[in-house]
């Protein structure tokens, strides 16, 4: 009888793998009203790195306009190292894609705040983020571009 592999999931190392701010008015920017539109975007992408080891990268660009001109972008990839042994391919895929980010989220929040203050603007203060209902989303839209693809396919 074969033994089942344990299951594990473990975080071997966190790290910031890349950070910009760019303040493209300069200092003409601190003459104004500070009432930003401020844009938030997420990215997240895994890869494998050795066996049972996956680098997470969770990217966050927050984009602050005033009176339609770009006042400063933040754009920080928080990262980590996984070790994941014993999942199956769906929990491989929802440990990744929802339990990484989870947890690399509070890290990435930091950095951005921090990058914002260094940059002489208030703290952006990332409201918190359901990995797993964008992790729904994003697999909901490819099944349904697979869906759209297939006929066209059968043509």
Do not use: C
């Not at 049972?52 to 969770?58: N, S």
Request: glycine share 6%; charged share 20%.
């Amino acid at each position: 009888m074969a033994e089942q592999q344990q299951q594990q999931f473990a975080v071997q190392r966190l790290y910031v793998k890349d950070v910009s701010f760019e303040a493209p008015q300069g200092a003409a920017v601190f003459t104004k009203q500070w009432q930003p539109e401020v844009q938030v975007d997420l990215n997240t992408k895994n890869s494998k790195v050795a066996d049972d080891q996956y680098e997470v990268v969770l990217t966050v660009t927050i984009t602050a306009k005033l009176e339609g001109e770009v006042a400063f972008l933040i754009e920080a990839q928080q990262a980590g190292l996984f070790l994941v042994k014993g999942l199956d391919e769906e929990q491989l895929r929802r440990a990744l894609g929802i339990m990484s980010p989870n947890l690399l989220f509070p890290y990435v929040r930091e950095v951005i705040d921090s990058m914002a203050i260094k940059g002489g603007f208030p703290a952006i203060g990332l409201q918190p983020v359901n990995f797993e209902a964008l992790f729904m989303q994003a697999q909901q839209q490819a099944q349904q571009q697979a869906e759209q693809a297939a006929p066209a396919e059968q043509h």
